[in-house]
């Protein structure tokens, strides 16, 4: 009898453990029950069908929510094409660029809490950042010998990536970028976000702070900002105040053994050829160097705020679903709903783009920026190996798509498949 009441007690056990590791998950629903056809979204399974058939791409997963409950989740194709692994719906994607959108969070979070404003000076917490130098336009009589900045880089200038730095494709400061050993989070490095962002620091800017957008490494900072203001790794931050509390138990910096087994192969595509195995030797694409084996392989001590994570579909549509919900989830609140609203305007309204942009979020300002159906107010973002999600919250809406390609030759699924969430919507 003692031993049958220990068995119990260890079932019970079980069951409790299994509860709490699938409460975070968004209720799967049938898609009429959300004001979704469910045969308008099969022509989401025929158009991946076809790119996989076509060698386009090996396959993806796809995931779209609305009102809270997950319409369609779909695994398409294979994960590993040689091996002949077929795509899980667990599977773990490379989501690069897609990082961006957690660090901005972290860095509202720490904001909300009053360590800083957004237009102080990011150099009241890293001070190398105080005295930075400035290439002069490329079309001025010196055009390599650098001038002081006129004004100091703010935290805001970071969010909106108009601080003036750049990444490595640039003509002008990637050889530099290269030779200090500065890197993107997209291949091994064996320092620390402290170590090199100081490094970053002694490389001049592209162009005075707050004077034009360019897109580049002020994540990063971001990231380490986060380290310092918070006085823990970034890995323990995002872990502890931002995966634990949404559920999102495959969303690492570096992936652990145990779950390397579920990460998706890495392929390329040239022009209208047929995919390819990516090599895990480094690739040498101009300037830029990248890997694809970074997440496994090497000293796992950097945590490129920029680009460094990978996640499952799932765990990235949690995350997108806190959003939309105003900065709360499951009933843990991340964020208030007035610093999601912030973050989710077009910031850069007195700058001269064709374009919105928020605090980490491209934004969907108005008629003018609809080249496909969709909404006013929409946010989103992408990542370098073939991942984009975007969040709507006129018709209470995410999509997340992740594959694992490049370059893509200027394939456009992404896109395909997002005109496909909308035309799918009946009410």
């Known amino acids: 009898m003692k031993k049958a009441n220990k068995i119990l007690v260890y079932i019970l056990f079980l069951l409790i453990l299994t509860v709490s590791a699938f409460s975070h998950e968004l209720p799967m629903v049938e898609p009429e029950a959300v004001g979704l056809s469910t045969e308008r979204l099969s022509r989401i399974d025929k158009i991946m069908e076809k790119h996989i ?14 009102y809270g409950k997950i319409a369609y989740l779909g695994a398409h194709g294979m994960m590993d094409v040689e091996a002949e692994k077929p795509m899980m719906s667990d599977t773990i994607f490379r989501i690069a660029s897609m990082t961006k959108q957690i660090t901005s969070v972290a ?28 290439l002069p336009p490329e079309d001025a009589e010196d055009s390599a010998t650098p001038v002081p900045a006129t004004r100091q880089i703010t935290i805001w200038n970071l969010l909106t990536h108009t601080s003036g730095l750049t990444y490595h494709w640039n003509e002008r400061l990637g050889p530099k970028y290269n030779d200090v050993g500065i890197t993107h989070g997209l291949l091994q490095d064996e320092s620390t976000l402290a170590e090199k962002m100081k490094v970053l620091a002694t490389i001049p800017l592209l162009h005075q ?18 380290e310092v203001v918070s006085g823990v790794p970034l890995d323990q931050f995002f872990a502890e105040r931002i995966f634990k509390p949404l559920g999102m138990t495959d969303t690492h910096f570096f992936i652990p053994e145990a779950k390397r087994e579920r990460i998706a192969t890495v392929y390329e595509r040239t022009g209208d050829g047929p995919i390819m195995r990516k090599s895990q030797e480094p690739t040498v694409d101009g300037l830029v160097i990248y890997s694809t084996d970074y997440p496994y392989n090497g000293p796992r001590t950097y945590f490129s705020g920029g680009a460094g994570l990978v996640s499952t579909a799932s765990d990235y549509a949690r995350f997108a679903q806190m959003m939309l919900n105003g900065g709360k989830f499951d009933g843990v609140r991340l964020l208030s709903r007035k610093t999601v609203e912030f973050m989710t305007m077009d910031q850069l309204t007195r700058m001269d783009v064709n374009y919105g942009f928020g605090l980490g979020f491209s934004i969907v300002r108005d008629e003018s920026d609809l080249w496909d159906i969709g909404s006013v107010g929409t946010y989103s973002g992408g990542g370098f190996f073939f991942t984009s999600f975007f969040i709507d919250p006129q018709e209470q809406m995410i999509g997340i798509f992740m594959g694992q390609l490049h370059p893509t030759g200027g394939l456009d699924l992404g896109g395909r498949i997002r005109t496909l969430c909308y035309q799918a919507i009946t009410d």
């Open 53 to 66: 058939a076509q060698q386009k791409i090996a396959g993806g997963v796809i995931v779209i929510a609305r």
């Open 107 to 134: 860095v509202m979070m720490l904001y909300e809490e009053g360590h800083f404003r957004l237009h102080e000076p990011v150099s009241n917490f890293i001070p190398a950042f105080k005295e930075m130098l400035v």
């Open 209 to 226: 702070p707050g004077d034009r957008v360019e897109y580049g490494l002020s994540i990063d900072v971001l990231g380490y900002l986060v």
